[in-house]
């Protein structure tokens, strides 16, 4: 006696892959873009690794023109080296630091000069007497020169900032500027200028080369004050 068995369904499960939508896709693409233009600015900053996207700097500015000559009468008698850790600090109101803010620590080296303006002296302050033996000098007090930063001994320590102050360096025109630092870092110096006694040995060192030079020329004595 013989069975007949019918045909048993195909139940082999549909292979067939679904379609990625159209927004993944996109998703995928600026993800993928932004990972690579990460890793590249990652790797542009760590030391011993060469920027993968070989950028070169090119100097390309024009010459300097010469603006305008002026005759120098000062005597540059004492020059002050100083140095200043500026801890710059900007904080957003209703914002944590971690959104909106930065913080900037900054080591700023620089100098002052002293100096004595010699181009004030007029006819009544120098008195010699008739022997030639003898002279005295009224000079204006010694000024503190403009300070200079040294931007070859300054340097930022460490930058923290918030994550909307990162984005708004990527499109700024001057990212991680440091100008706000560099102008406290020069004020600190200019007042630690006034407090170092820096005038007084500029006074000083004036006072006795104006000496050598005239005992040089035959002044026997030679006396020389400060004042207005």
């Keep these: 006696m013989s069975t ?6 195909d139940r082999t499960p549909d292979r067939t892959p679904s379609r990625i939508p159209g ?10 873009v932004l990972a ?27 010459p300097a023109l010469l603006q305008s000559i002026q005759d120098m009468s000062r005597y540059d008698a004492a020059s002050g080296n100083f140095q200043v850790v500026v ?19 900054y080591v700023g080296a620089g100098t002052v000069d002293a100096y004595v303006d010699l181009g004030k002296v007029g006819e009544n302050d120098i008195t010699v007497d008739e022997d030639r033996t003898s002279a005295t000098l009224r000079l204006p007090h010694a ?22 102050d990162r984005l708004g360096d990527l499109f700024s025109d001057n990212p991680n500027s440091e100008q ?5 870092a020069v004020r600190h110096i200019g007042d630690a200028a006034k407090e170092s006694g820096l005038t007084a040995r500029a006074e000083d060192n004036t006072t006795g080369m ?12 030679v006396r020389v004050t400060y004042g207005d």
């Design 87 to 105: 801890d710059l600090e900007k904080d957003a109101k209703l914002l944590p630091d971690a959104i909106r803010g930065t913080r900037t620590l």
């Design 210 to 221: 104006l000496q050598g030079l005239l005992r040089s020329l035959g002044f026997e004595e």
């Design 23 to 32: 927004w993944a896709k996109v998703a995928s693409v600026v993800v993928l």
């Design 180 to 184: 706000a630092v560099q102008q406290l």
């Design 143 to 164: 000024a503190l020169g403009t300070p200079a930063l040294d931007p070859d001994r300054s340097y930022a320590v460490s930058k923290e900032r918030g994550l909307l």
């Design 4 to 9: 007949s068995l019918g045909r048993l369904p």
């Design 36 to 62: 690579v233009l990460f890793a590249g600015l990652r790797l542009s900053v760590l030391p011993g690794l060469k920027d993968v996207f070989g950028t070169e700097t090119q100097d390309r500015s024009g």
